[in-house]
T-cell receptor, first 111, second 115 residues
């Protein structure tokens, strides 16, 4: 069965520290992975997707098919990065963007 | 705000009552999704529309749940005979027809509390 695992409910770091939010997935097909972010009192929004291979707000994520991981990284955390982060898997064989989400990790960046 | 709009934002209802939520997608988007999010969990897929056709329903969507998108524009999600376990955030998302996996834009959700 398709599954996304985010092992940390809360990650607390100081401003300027490196950040890594972990995400592992289970899927027998060809995966498409996403990171979504939800800032306080705002809607869920796409942060980045693995096929874009781009850095958004200083965040990057590399798909590692061998380890079935898609960890989100940022070298120097900022206070405005504090938010809820969800890793999501798109089931490619459905013909549309059916997303399977992890349980989320709350990132708290302290001054 | 020209994004996905959901109404109401909050709904408190007594157990056994029926409730209906509305979602207005981004105007040029032909794909519409409903998700449910309970406390401490990520969103879970409920159902998907392409234009007015409901093409997939999750097993999470019991017989008490029904969703419609009559003219391929706005959508409604109705829950009949609500139960306390229905308390959740109900999220709507939409995406365009361009390609197979384009970005889904989410609404702010309707928070349902069944008392």
């Amino acid at each position: 069965a398709q599954r996304v695992t985010q092992p940390e409910k809360l990650l607390s770091v100081f401003k300027g520290a490196p950040v890594e939010l972990k995400c592992n997935y289970s899927y027998s097909g060809s995966p498409e992975l996403f990171w979504y972010v939800q800032y306080s009192r705002q809607r869920l929004q796409l942060l980045l997707r693995h096929i874009s291979r781009e850095s958004i707000k200083g965040f990057t994520a590399d798909l590692n098919k061998g380890e079935t991981s898609f960890h989100l990284k940022k070298p120097f955390a900022q206070e405005e990065d504090s938010a809820m982060y969800y890793c999501a898997l798109s089931l490619m064989n459905t013909g549309f963007q059916k997303l399977v989400f992890g349980t989320g990790t709350r990132l708290l960046v302290s001054p | 705000d020209t994004g996905v709009s959901q109404d109401p934002r909050h709904k408190i209802t007594k157990r056994g009552q029926n409730v209906t939520f509305r979602c207005d997608p981004i105007s040029e988007h032909n794909r519409l999704y409903w998700y449910r999010q309970t406390l401490g969990q990520g969103p879970e897929f409920l159902t998907y529309f392409q234009n007015e056709a409901q093409l997939e329903k999750s097993r999470l969507l019991s017989d008490r749940f029904s969703a419609e998108r009559p003219k391929g524009s706005f959508s409604t999600l109705e829950i009949q005979r609500t139960e306390q376990g229905d308390s959740a955030m109900y999220l709507c998302a939409s995406s365009s027809r361009q390609g197979r996996n384009t970005e889904a834009f989410f609404g702010q959700g309707t928070r349902l509390t069944v008392v």
